[in-house]
């Protein structure tokens, strides 16, 4: 199989490996809910999601580099297989968190992989396919959250249809797991004697030099204003489709209609890709991050103020969603041109390492704040939070010694 076939079948897999994060993940903050957790636990479960990647991140990017992004992908998707098995035959919260850390995992390595895949090639066919991905993987966003919405409204909305819905996923999953070890097949990874094996890339020495190499990487300063608009886009998402489901739940809506509104969400990501083209023609790459992250920081704002109008939370849902979908394939094309192709692995795995101290610090505080004061105050207190951190990220970027190559 050529590059280019890879590099497609990248595009096709972020679409399928996404749907199958749609499908489950929306619905883990209720089934942890059904199963006994408060809002103050739930915030930390959804937090362990980022916990082992965080020390997996730069090590798993340096193995792409060095066995090759297919051999990656198929580690990541036995992770998510066990994660979603774990989750299906949790009846009590300690079998949560197993599943949470593999999921983690999974969604690092799968992630990093894929995005490898699709960044071959010259600028062009590579923006192009950034691009794709980005919109295949909105596709999954969109076709998940319907499907899994469609499987508990089914069988009923409660934890036997959460759990219906875990169930779907994990066998959405192992099917993709034996496709995938039948195309590697033909896949030849890359031979450079010179390379580390992944024993000594995951020794104590290997490790604390992964770290090294990759915030190496920082001294780019597009990979800076990549990962800084990253961040603060990654906070936004992390607290956005971990708590909407829970907040709307306690407004009264059906799971239906909370998977519409998740269906929203990301079919408005995936359109703004497809108008991204345009969007480019008219602003550099910096000024779109920016003028997306604003734009998401409003929305969450606004978010508790729409709750009780359902066409008012889907307007609100669908114009974050726009925002949200432009950060991934900006920020991608902004970085990849600073690194060789050797080092695209670390850099992904620095991209996502950065996503997830995101995901860490969000669910946690908006746990705690919601715990304390309710998921409505948690949200304001959020949007306002991010509104200001934009502001400072707007001086940072006005800065001639920190702005970016357009």
Request: charged share 10%; aromatic share 8%.
């Amino acid at each position: 199989m050529s590059d280019d076939r890879f590099r497609r079948f990248g595009v096709l897999g972020g679409g399928v490996f996404f749907s199958i994060i749609g499908l489950a993940q929306p619905f883990f903050t209720l089934y942890a809910q059904e199963l006994g957790a408060s809002t103050l636990v739930i915030g930390l479960l959804v937090t362990l999601r980022a916990i082992l990647p965080i020390l997996i991140a730069m090590p798993c990017g340096q193995l792409i580099d060095s066995i090759g992004p297919m051999r990656m992908l198929g580690y990541g998707m036995i992770c998510l297989v066990l994660s979603l098995a774990l989750t299906v035959a949790a009846t009590d919260i300690p079998l949560l968190i197993p599943s949470q850390l593999f999921l983690g995992a999974s969604i690092i390595i799968c992630a990093s992989s894929l995005q490898v895949l699709v960044s071959r090639g010259d600028p062009a066919t590579r923006n192009e396919s950034i691009n794709r991905y980005s919109m295949w993987m909105s596709g999954g966003s969109v076709i998940g959250p319907l499907a899994g919405g469609t499987i508990v409204s089914l069988v009923g909305d409660s934890i036997v249809g959460h759990r219906a819905a875990f169930l779907a996923a994990t066998f959405v999953a192992a099917a993709f797991l034996v496709f995938l070890l039948i195309v590697s097949r033909s896949y030849s990874p890359p031979r450079d004697e010179g390379r580390p094996t992944a024993r000594e890339i995951f020794s104590v020495g290997g490790i604390v030099n992964s770290y090294r190499w990759g915030f190496g990487l920082t001294r780019h300063r597009s990979v800076q204003f990549g990962l800084t608009a990253t961040f603060i886009i990654m906070y936004i998402q992390a607290s956005y489709s971990s708590f909407l489901p829970l907040f709307m739940d306690h407004l009264g809506y059906s799971a239906l209609m909370i998977s519409i509104a998740l269906v929203v969400h990301g079919l408005a990501s995936m359109l703004s890709r497809i108008l991204l083209d345009g969007v480019m023609a008219r602003l550099t790459l910096p000024q779109i991050l920016t003028a997306a992250g604003f734009v998401a920081s409003i929305c969450l704002l606004l978010t508790p103020l729409a709750g009780q109008y359902a066409a008012a939370v889907l307007l609100v849902v669908s114009i974050m969603g726009a925002a949200v979908g432009l950060n991934l394939p900006v920020s991608l094309m902004i970085m990849v041109d600073a690194v060789g192709e050797k080092e695209r692995g670390k850099l992904m795995g620095l991209r996502l390492l950065v996503n997830r101290f995101a995901q860490i610090i969000s669910p946690a505080m908006f746990g705690v704040v919601g715990n304390a004061f309710g998921l409505s105050a948690a949200l304001l207190g959020g949007g306002a939070f991010l509104i200001a951190t934009m502001c400072c990220f707007t001086v940072f970027v006005g800065r001639p010694d920190a702005r970016p190559e357009a």
